[in-house]
């Protein structure tokens, strides 16, 4: 069997798994590519069936430092080597190898960072520029439209560019979100939102699309939009008001959950608003608050060290 076609076999697998998205998947396939390129930069000689059925730990492990000296995030290794533990299984599984130790391989230990959420000012900048960025009437409306709905409820960005506009036309007080592990939410549509979506929804009627799809939001040609669309709109946002890469459409996500428990929201209903599984995934959110809460005591109160003299 040649080296293409195992590959072509694994990611065949890999799209009929029940347990992976699809955003995992090109994330595996990524990786393996990237590993391809490096086995290939460091052996100089075609990497044929033989060579990665034969992997050993250590050509993980430098594979590994390499993106760690490359500034890859421990996420990303540790996902990097979960794709390559999982090619091996499916060669396992298939009777192409035997056994193989690198399975039992433990992943680096990933720091768990806060997330960086982004300040209602900074928010309402990135959705003036919008306006700045050369773009026709409607795909303004619907940009806006977009931004404001994940940011309102804290979609995810897939779970917002799944909907159609049936969803919202039958739901105008509520939308019903298909989640992760296909878990449906209800997330309350306020009159604010839903008079900018509707805003952009009236002026697709406007424009000439041959055959345009039911997708809430929808490209130049008619088809439900990308999420890698998204980000170029954020990066080019991002670059026109000099924000930090940290800015991503995911942030708007983060912000959402950070300004409502600063502004006295519960825990649970933000984890029933996020579709979060468990608690302690919402828990997060709480030492933001107190971060943000602890800064505007040093910054304002007179018994503050910042303002003792």
Request: charged share 25%; proline share 2%; hydrophobic share 40%.
């Amino acid at each position: 069997m040649i080296l293409k076609k195992l590959i072509d076999m694994w990611q065949s697998y890999l799209n009929n798994s029940e347990f992976l998205s699809k955003n995992t998947i090109i994330s595996y396939m990524l990786d393996f590519e990237s590993f391809m390129k490096f086995l290939l930069e460091f052996k100089s000689e075609n990497i044929t069936k033989k060579d990665l059925i034969s992997l050993t730990k250590q050509d993980l492990r430098a594979w590994a430092l390499y993106r760690k000296n490359k500034a890859v995030s421990d996420r990303s290794i540790s996902r990097g080597i979960s794709a390559i533990k999982n090619f091996l299984r499916f060669c396992i599984k298939t009777n192409i190898i035997e056994e193989c130790n690198i399975i039992a391989m433990k992943s680096p230990k990933i720091k768990k960072g806060l997330p960086r959420p982004i300040s209602i000012e900074k928010i309402n900048d990135i959705l003036s520029s919008i306006h700045s960025l050369k773009q026709t009437n409607w795909i303004i409306k619907r940009d806006k439209a977009l931004l404001v709905l994940i940011y309102s409820v804290g979609l995810r960005i897939n779970e917002a560019l799944q909907l159609n506009r049936q969803d919202i036309e039958n739901n105008a007080d509520f939308l019903n979100i298909l989640g992760k592990g296909d878990k449906v939410r209800a997330v309350p549509l306020v009159k604010k939102v839903r008079e900018i979506i509707f805003d952009y929804i009236k002026s697709l009627d406007l424009i000439n699309l041959s055959d345009i799809s039911d997708a809430l939001f929808v490209n130049r040609f008619g088809l439900r939009l990308t999420a890698s669309a998204v980000q170029k709109l954020i990066q080019a946002s991002r670059k026109m008001l000099n924000l930090p890469d940290a800015v991503t459409p995911h942030a708007l996500r983060h912000s959402c959950a950070t300004h409502i428990i600063e502004n006295g929201g519960d825990l649970r209903s933000v984890q029933e608003l996020l579709g979060h599984s468990s608690i302690s995934s919402t828990q997060v959110y709480t030492d933001i608050a107190k971060t943000h809460l602890s800064n505007i005591y040093d910054q304002c109160h007179p018994m503050s060290k910042k303002n003792q003299k």
